[in-house]
Nanobody, 127 residues
Framework: HVQLVESGGGSVQDGGSLTLSCAVS???????????MGWFRRAPGKEREGVAA???????RYRNSVKGRFTISKDNAKNTLYLQMNSLKPEDTAIYYC???????????????????WGQGTQVTVS
């Protein structure tokens, strides 16, 4: 049974920083070494949107609005995904989710194509 547990969310002021973590279990050997991993978010009243994704080889992808501010990374040995968020803005307020995706993130990663097994998410509030 696959489990993803996001943590690290909280309330910060405009311009603040947070680091999110996503612990993956139940997939056997390291998930992030076998699949694309992604961070997504859903703000109140809005659709889920892709934030960042990281391929098996470590190549990263970001939505335009977070480029230069957010950094996605992973620790294959710990089966953990991270999202370092700097210069946070009120529009970053959302519930953040991680999920494993297909073998390769692909050009449609931001639509969550091929992603599943969503965790409970972690709330990020920027004011």
């Amino acid at each position: 049974h696959v489990q993803l547990v996001e943590s690290g969310g909280g309330s910060v002021q405009d311009g603040g920083s947070l680091t999110l973590s996503c612990a993956v279990s139940g997939y056997g050997a390291s998930v992030s070494s076998r699949y694309c991993m992604g961070w997504f978010r859903r703000a109140p009243g809005k659709e889920r949107e892709g934030v960042a994704a990281i391929d098996i080889d470590g190549a990263t992808r970001y939505r335009n609005s977070v480029k230069g501010r957010f950094t996605i990374s992973k620790d294959n040995a710990k089966n953990t995904l991270y999202l370092q968020m700097n210069s946070l803005k009120p529009e970053d307020t959302a519930i953040y989710y991680c999920a494993p995706g297909p073998r390769s993130c692909g050009p449609d990663w931001f639509r969550a194509t091929g992603f599943g097994n969503w965790g409970q998410g972690t709330q990020v509030t920027v004011s």
